[in-house]
């Protein structure tokens, strides 16, 4: 059974600093491309960042230059480094393959930049 648990999450100040996890099970993690995606308040869930097994890296427009995607194969998990928060960062903050499957959504872990 495939679980992705995520973490780190919380409230900062703009500007501020916030390291998430993902801690995958061992047969989805190891043969695909990881990513994290966002769903703010009453928008779409987009896909911020994600990472090949290879190591290729994808960022979105809006997270580009702030926001840093990396993976342990060895310890099944994806992190992602979130700099120079902004308000409009404010998101609950999953992640999924990509592409995402539908079963796999976890719970997500919210962060919340203020001003």
């Known amino acids: 059974q495939v679980q992705l648990v995520e973490s780190g999450g919380g409230s900062v100040q703009a500007g501020g600093s916030l390291r998430l996890s993902c801690a995958a099970s061992?047969?989805?993690?190891?043969?695909?491309?990881m990513g994290w995606y966002r769903q703010a308040l009453g928008k779409q869930r987009e896909l911020v960042a994600h990472i090949t097994t290879g190591g290729r890296i994808y960022y979105a427009d809006s997270v580009k230059g702030r926001f840093t995607i990396s993976r342990d194969n060895a310890k099944n998990t994806v992190y992602l480094q979130m700099n120079s928060l902004k308000p409009e960062d404010t998101a609950v903050y999953y992640c999924?393959?990509?592409?995402?499957?539908?079963?796999?959504w976890g719970q997500g872990t919210q962060v919340t930049v203020s001003s």
């Open positions: 999924n393959k990509v592409p995402p499957i539908a079963v796999y």
């Open positions: 061992g047969s989805i993690f190891s043969i695909n491309a």
